[in-house]
């Protein structure tokens, strides 16, 4: 059906007007052409009933490339089949052939686009995941270190909790969340009665108050752990939070843990000091 006798460098130019080429290409052609049409219908259909705007998105511009993607396998049908019709001269021919190409490459540009937008959702969640365990990291190693056996396996450096990949992200930060909850909880036992008014008198004028006199808090229990043994009773539980998942509560105690590294050992046995002097104060008894 096609004269094969030379070497062709671009098949549709130097094939041109033969009916046997038409026939073959139409052939060739069908199947990148129901392709389209499906995906196109399925992706432009998929996107109004997508949940997020990034999908949305990316459904929208696939689906566009898709409809794309058809009208340039129907105009390469055309073109084969025009040069059969009528005889065009091998400049016109490879003037339509190079526009259809061009138009390939921005459907494949397209669909690259609209297929990354999505994961970039998921992307930036794991990134945010990976930063908040990085700035909740000191709060979480002192604690740990603490009370050995609060967490699952001993802590180790921030690079090293950072990479472990055995156990997923955020599985990880819901773990360093109820460690922290765990060792707070048994920081009741050392933590004078009074240090959380004191922690909040002393915070009273910082940015970010309300984190600051949880790590003021913290930061001053451990001190007290170091030094005295565990009081019978426990202090009063830390001011309660409406906290609605693990990723609120991940990023309160990121807020903490940064407070609670800029915190010096000469303030906290300041804070100790003014919780002795609170103690003594009427009207100033915990809850």
């Known amino acids: 059906m096609v004269d094969r006798d030379k070497p062709s460098r671009n098949f549709l130019i130097d094939h041109a007007g033969q009916w046997g080429v038409a026939v073959y290409m139409t052939v060739f052609y069908f199947f990148p052409l129901i392709t389209t049409a499906v995906c ?14 990034s999908m949305r998105l990316g459904l929208g511009l696939m689906g566009l490339s898709m409809w794309m993607g058809l009208t340039h396998t129907a105009a390469r049908i055309g073109i084969v089949w025009a040069t059969v019709a009528f005889p065009l001269s091998t400049s016109a021919v490879q003037f339509l052939v190079d526009a259809t190409s061009i138009w390939m490459n921005l459907l494949f540009l397209i669909v690259a686009v609209g297929a990354s937008i999505p994961t970039t959702r998921a992307a930036a969640a794991r990134w945010k995941t990976w930063r908040t365990l990085y700035r909740t990291y000191p709060l979480w190693f002192d604690l740990v270190d603490a009370f050995p056996g609060t ?17 997923p992200i955020d599985v990880r930060l ?22 959380m008014f004191a922690a909040e008198d002393t915070t009273a004028s910082h940015p970010d108050p309300e984190p ?40 309160w105690l990121a807020r903490v843990s940064t407070a609670y590294s ?21 009207g100033r008894q915990p809850q």
């Open 262 to 282: 800029h915190i010096t050992t000469d303030q906290v046995r300041e804070l100790l000091l003014h919780s002795a002097e609170v103690e003594s104060e009427p």
């Open 40 to 53: 196109g219908y399925q992706w432009t259909r998929a996107t109004r009933q997508a949940e997020s705007t």
């Open 174 to 195: 819901d773990r360093w969340t109820q460690d922290i909850a765990d060792a707070c909880e048994k920081l009741r036992y050392y933590a004078p009665r009074n240090l």
């Open 212 to 251: 600051a006199a949880e790590a003021y808090w913290i930061k001053a229990a451990l001190e007290s752990a170091d030094t005295v043994p565990a009081n019978p009773y426990a202090a009063a539980t830390l001011r309660e939070k409406p906290f609605v998942d693990t990723d609120s509560e991940a990023a």
């Open 151 to 167: 967490s699952l396996y001993p802590p180790g450096r921030r690079l090293a909790e950072l990479i472990y990949i055995r156990v």
